[in-house]
């Protein structure tokens, strides 16, 4: 259908769609195609032959429009992009005294393979945002998203990368993506160290929080039991030493806990990693995904029956041993607030718990 609308002098020559031959019409011109889909349709084997106008048109665009075909859904949405890019080839030529935005492309493909395809993973089809991939020492994929500004390459691009601390563009206006990239990489291999520690406990332990954890975040908090978990903060420069340690949950579960920890402080070696020297000072292994199944930590909050409310998560648990209920802060304070048998001092409230009725407190949320 959107070929029809689109293409409408484009004809496919068989039953499967899989041979188009015909004509694009641009700026009032027509170019004549032929497109070949081989067997199994994948748009990536796609072959496109055209006349000699649309040739000169596209030429020194093939690895760019390979590219976009890799970003392309539809046969249609691609040869969207082969007209615009023809469109900004034309244009380009209409403006070239004035120093045309087809120079500028011209400039940034020069660009691209000089640092190599390979490294580019997408590019948008105004030639606007790209973005760069970097593999680590251990080749996990790193990406860096480059917004070109209007003036490149005289002023800076805004470039986005998922790493802790900050990362700052040097740039000149004789620099080219190449030296971001080398920037790019050179901060990669800074935080080698921070991203393996990291990614150790992201995969051998329970994270309840960050819901998906990124490169860039420095805290996690971490599963130990069923009602009490660790929240850590660590520092991206030195990952390996001890970081700060919170401990949430049911106050019969985290007083040993904390003692524990306190009295072991003393055992922390630099030399290992985070996950190793935690299990040491906890005295205890860390629950992992390998024998355990997250549902078993995510206990949703007593009151109103969720894991997530906002950004809280229940971090308040009925002291009682065999209750243990977990609840939000705010849930617990509003639900305690509401009774009269309840009584506040200063910012607590005592009241009791709305599972077992045993004595439970609350401090009064702060309001964020
Ligand atoms: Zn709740
Ligand atoms: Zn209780």
Same mark, same amino acid.
């Given at each position: ?38 067997? @199994? ?27 976009? %075909? ?23 030529? #209409? ?7 087809? *120079? ?6 020069? $660009?691209?393979? #000089?640092?190599? &395809? ?12 790209? $973005? ?14 480059? !917004?070109? =500004? ?10 986005? /990368? ?8 040097? &740039? ?12 790019? $990489?050179?901060? /990669? ?9 990291? /990614?150790?406990?992201? *995969?051998? !332990? &329970? ?10 975040? !420095? ?28 401990? %949430? ?42 024998? =355990? ?21 229940? @971090? ?8 243990? *209920?977990?609840? #939000? ?12 048998? =309840?009584? *506040? =001092? ?23």
């Amino acid at each position: 259908m959107d070929m029809l609308r689109n293409f409408p002098g484009l004809i496919p020559l068989n039953k499967e769609a899989s041979v188009y031959s015909g004509y694009i019409n641009i700026y009032n011109e027509d170019y004549r195609i032929h497109i070949e889909l081989f067997e @199994n349709k994948t748009l990536e084997d796609l072959e496109l032959s055209c006349d000699w106008k649309l040739q000169q048109l596209l030429h020194g665009y093939t690895a760019i429009l390979k590219q976009r %075909l890799k970003q392309c859904t539809s046969l249609c949405q691609y040869l969207l992009e082969v007209k615009s890019l023809v469109e900004r080839q034309l244009e380009g030529r #209409h403006n070239s005294h004035q120093g045309g935005s087809s *120079q500028v492309c011209a400039q940034l493909l020069g $660009e691209v393979e #000089h640092l190599g &395809w390979d490294r580019l993973v997408s590019i948008d089809a105004k030639f606007q945002t790209l $973005e760069l991939q970097c593999k680590d020492k251990k080749g996990r994929q790193h990406i860096m998203k480059v !917004t070109l =500004s209007s003036q490149h390459p005289r002023s800076a691009p805004r470039c986005v /990368v998922d790493l802790p601390g900050q990362f700052h563009v040097q &740039w000149k206006s004789t620099s080219s993506l190449e030296c971001l990239y080398k920037q790019f $990489e050179s901060a /990669v291999y800074m935080y080698q160290d921070f991203i393996d520690v990291m /990614v150790e406990l992201d *995969q051998k !332990t &329970w994270i309840l929080e960050p819901e998906k954890p990124v490169y860039s975040a !420095t805290y996690r908090r971490i599963a130990v039991s069923t009602n009490a978990s660790l929240q850590i903060s660590v520092d991206h420069r030195h990952p390996r030493t001890l970081p700060e340690c919170r401990f %949430l949950g049911a106050d019969q579960a985290v007083v040993p806990l904390r003692e524990s920890l306190n009295s072991n402080l003393h055992l922390w070696d630099e030399g290992k990693g985070l996950l190793e020297n935690l299990q040491v000072l906890l005295g205890t292994q860390l629950p992992s995904p390998a024998t =355990s199944s997250k549902e078993e930590f995510s206990v949703e909050c007593g009151i109103c029956y969720a894991f997530r409310l906002d950004t809280e998560l229940p @971090n308040q648990a009925c002291s009682d041993a065999r209750c243990g *209920q977990p609840f #939000h802060q705010t849930c617990l304070y509003e639900w305690l607030r509401a009774l009269p048998s =309840s009584r *506040q =001092s200063f910012n607590t409230i005592f009241g009791d718990c709305p599972y077992c009725s045993k004595p439970i407190k609350v401090k009064m949320p702060v309001k964020r």
